[in-house]
């Protein structure tokens, strides 16, 4: 009986030098963490990264965390697409979207706002063209994190973005890994997504429309206790966990 899996792979395996890998970080090459700073790819993903960057046309890692941060744990010849496309990091250099870097002080305004006020159990993640207040490990205070970044939001003009046991609070630029995905895949006749969360689903959407254009697309799902049905639903076929997905890498 032939394996599902490695018939997607076929359409990326079979002309390398056509065809992208991009993955999502958390949840999907590095496991959930109570901690965000603490957060690191399994062990061996960097390296297979590293290797099907030099056979393939494109291997990106989208992501809502900044670039600053991923660069530390991924090899330089991996895109870099950090803070949901706000900016990126090719060969180590960093851009920032044009429209979104004017309110890099405004986020740092929101950020003291955030850390010295709001719920008490909320933890505030800066991430320079963003920030995330979090309430993993303290779900009942749910409702009040909303609330505040609500208010946060409407003083500052910031957007609101929900996440994984978070709020986001971002510049409003229409960007998302939608938006990344299909900037990074122009001129590739293949491409895969690899995602775990909700803030995944624009990449999924963003294949089917490629596929219109005759671009071939395959959707991996992460399965964890939180991914969201709505997501594995959306793809092709799903792994378990980020081991799962390293062994996936592996296959490509």
């Not at 706000?86 to 044009?98: F, K, M, Q, S, T």
């Not at 990074?184 to 006749?189: D, P, R, S, V």
Request: hydrophobic share 45%.
């Amino acid at each position: 009986m032939a394996d599902p899996i490695s018939e997607l792979l076929d359409a990326l395996r079979a002309k390398p030098s056509q065809a992208g890998i991009l993955s999502d970080f958390d949840g999907t090459l590095a496991e959930i963490v109570d901690e965000p700073a603490d957060a690191r790819p399994l062990e061996g993903v960097p390296e297979l990264l590293e290797g099907l960057a030099g056979r393939y046309a494109l291997v990106a890692v989208v992501s809502g965390r900044p670039v600053s941060f991923l660069a530390r744990w991924l090899p330089s010849s991996v895109v870099l697409e950090g803070v949901y496309g706000l900016e990126v990091a090719r060969d180590g250099v960093v851009v920032d979207n044009p429209t979104a870097a004017p309110w890099r002080p405004i986020v740092d305004e929101v950020f003291e706002v955030a850390h010295a006020g709001g719920p008490e159990e909320m933890r505030v993640e800066h991430k320079g063209l963003s920030l995330t207040l979090h309430y993993r490990g303290n779900p009942e205070i749910d409702e009040q994190v909303h609330s505040f970044a609500e208010q946060l939001a409407q003083r500052s003009g910031l957007s609101m973005r929900p996440a994984r046991l978070s709020v986001e609070l971002h510049p409003p630029v229409a960007v998302d890994k939608g938006t990344a995905l299909r900037d990074l895949a122009g001129g590739l006749a293949a491409v895969c997504f690899i995602g775990d969360d909700a803030g995944d689903l624009p990449a999924f959407r963003a294949l089917d429309e490629l596929a219109a254009n005759g671009v071939t697309g395959v959707r991996i799902g992460v399965r964890s206790d939180e991914a969201p049905l709505e997501l594995l639903d959306a793809v092709d076929v799903v792994v378990d966990g980020p081991a799962g997905v390293r062994d996936l890498l592996a296959q490509l």
